[in-house]
């Protein structure tokens, strides 16, 4: 059984990183908590240091940003913790394609029309996440 003290700072810590997760996400609590299953309250009492998130949840926030379940407990979080917005931008997404052109859709295949779309999509993503962060 876990001691006291190492449950407080537990409830400290992952307090104020689902505060910080749901501040990076530009998430209001409701939300946040609706995208896990969890009600106002329970967030709430997560943020406030009352209740220490359970394990399984804790696992399901950790998979959607990519984070470590230790540092999730343990540590402050960063942006560079957080896999989701952590500095993995293919290059590709940055630049603007230079050979981009807008043949006519006679003269391309199914399959080239398909990465495209891939890659637009792909653009469109990264562009969301990065506005999120501003």
Request: proline share 4%; aromatic share 8%.
């Amino acid at each position: 059984m876990p001691k006291t003290e190492d449950t407080a700072l537990a409830r400290e810590i992952s307090g104020k990183n689902i505060k910080f997760l749901i501040d990076l996400d530009g998430s209001k609590q409701d939300a946040w908590g609706d995208r896990f299953g969890l009600g106002r309250n329970s967030v709430n009492n997560y943020i406030n240091k009352k209740t220490l998130m359970q394990i399984p949840t804790a696992q399901k926030v950790c998979a959607h940003y990519k984070l470590d379940l230790g540092k999730f407990y343990g540590q402050i979080i960063s942006k560079e913790d957080v896999g989701l917005y952590a500095n993995n931008t293919p290059s590709e997404l940055l630049e603007p394609e230079a050979s981009y052109s807008n043949p006519s859709l006679d003269s391309i295949s199914k399959e080239d029309l398909y990465k495209q779309l891939q890659k637009e999509k792909a653009k469109v993503k990264y562009l969301t996440e990065a506005l999120r962060n501003l």
